[in-house]
């Protein structure tokens, strides 16, 4: 995936520690869950990982998520939105939250080191930031 391919569409890109964070796939199911309060603002989620496909597939399976991955090797795009160490590892992207609108700016951002944050409340702050 692209984030030039988003363009034209508001994006909420979620970076996260990947494999190894339950709680962090835990979280996209929450939003899976809450999918109609993105939706309806015409909001895409974007999951971002430094995990390779195949360590994050099993995970997407356990969890049976459905929202595809993007991968980021080496953490450019983490590092980029400086993501990096903002949860409990340095050299990976914390809980973070960045709302990327339809003319590729960025409207908003959260970081949320307690690793949840509760989909209504996320959806709230970004529908806002529109």
């Not at 520690?17 to 199911?29: A, H, L, N, P």
Request: negative net charge.
């Amino acid at each position: 995936m692209s984030l030039a391919a988003l363009r034209g569409r508001p994006a909420l890109l979620y970076f996260n520690e990947g494999v190894g964070c339950d709680v962090c796939f835990t979280q996209m199911v929450g939003l899976e869950a809450d999918r109609a309060a993105f939706e309806e603002a015409g909001i895409q989620l974007v999951p971002i990982v430094m995990n390779g496909l195949d360590q994050v597939r099993p995970e997407l399976r356990r969890f049976a998520i459905t929202t595809p991955y993007a991968y980021d090797p080496g953490g450019s795009v983490s590092r980029s939105y400086d993501t990096l160490g903002k949860g409990h590892h340095a050299e990976l992207p914390g809980h973070s939250f960045v709302l990327i609108g339809a003319d590729g700016t960025q409207r908003w951002r959260g970081d949320y080191p307690g690793m949840w944050v509760d989909p209504a409340e996320l959806a709230a702050a970004v529908k806002a930031a529109l």
